[in-house]
């Protein structure tokens, strides 16, 4: 059974800085992997969807990437601002399903 | 560009009582899916379909039914609702490309309260 782990679950950093988070899981046999930002209150939005076939997607001061051997992605976060503060889920599609499984999520905070 | 929406936003039900949640989107997406989400269990999915007409159970079906008659809407039906099912409800979909699932759009989130 696929299982998505992010750690830490909380985070808080000053304003500037650059930041890496964290999620492994269990079976390398995936469609894809994607990234999303939940502010409080709020639906989820996508940030960055891998291919299996891919190693990193980048949009602007994010840059996702995925090593599928391993059983693992990093979300990198340039020059960290306030506006940044939100709860980052990431989710796999096991290979020959239609499912999304999830991660907790890391819950960050940016000081400013 | 409404994208996913759900209808009720929020709701307060008393155990025993039914209610529907509705869903629709306008993107022509193939895939549509529930989800809850509780503190510290993060998104189960509840139920989800792959076309028109279809559905397939997820994780955590019990207690909930769905029906997708249109392709553009999925609705998720409590029959007799449980303070268990206390929750925040997300639909989301995406399309179908030929290397799985794409893209996931979710909507704004449907808060349920049962007393």
């Known amino acids: 059974k696929q299982e998505v782990t992010q750690i830490p679950a909380a985070l808080s950093v000053p304003e500037g800085e650059n930041l890496v988070l964290n999620c492994s899981f269990t079976?390398?046999?995936?469609?894809?992997l994607q990234w999303f930002r939940q502010d409080p209150g709020k639906g989820l939005t996508s940030l960055l969807l891998?291919?299996?076939?891919?190693r990193e997607q980048t949009s602007g001061r994010l840059n996702a990437s995925l090593d599928k051997s391993s059983g693992r992605s990093t979300l990198y976060i340039a020059a960290s601002q306030p506006g940044d503060s939100a709860t980052y889920l990431c989710?796999?599609?096991?290979?020959?399903?239609?499912?999304?499984?999830f991660g907790t999520g890391t819950r960050l905070k940016v000081l400013a | 560009n409404a994208g996913v929406t759900q209808t009720p936003k929020f709701r307060v039900l008393k155990t025993g009582q039914s209610m529907t949640l509705l869903c629709a989107q306008d993107?022509?997406?193939?895939?549509m899916y529930w989800y809850r989400q509780d503190p510290g269990m993060g998104l189960r999915l509840i139920h989800y379909?792959?076309?028109?007409?279809?559905?397939a159970k997820g994780e955590v079906p019990d207690g909930y039914n769905v029906s997708r008659l249109k392709k553009q809407n999925f609705l998720l039906g409590l029959e007799s609702a449980a303070p268990s099912q206390t929750s925040v409800y997300f639909c989301?979909?995406?399309?179908?490309?030929?290397?799985?699932?794409?893209?996931?759009?979710f909507g704004e989130g449907s808060r349920l309260t049962v007393l």
């Open positions: 989301a979909s995406s399309y179908s490309p030929p290397t799985g699932p794409g893209e996931l759009f």
């Open positions: 079976d390398s046999a995936i469609y894809n």
């Open positions: 891998i291919q299996s076939s891919q």
């Open positions: 989710a796999v599609t096991p290979s020959g399903t239609y499912k999304y499984i």
């Open positions: 993107m022509n997406h193939e895939y």
């Open positions: 379909s792959v076309g028109e007409g279809t559905t």
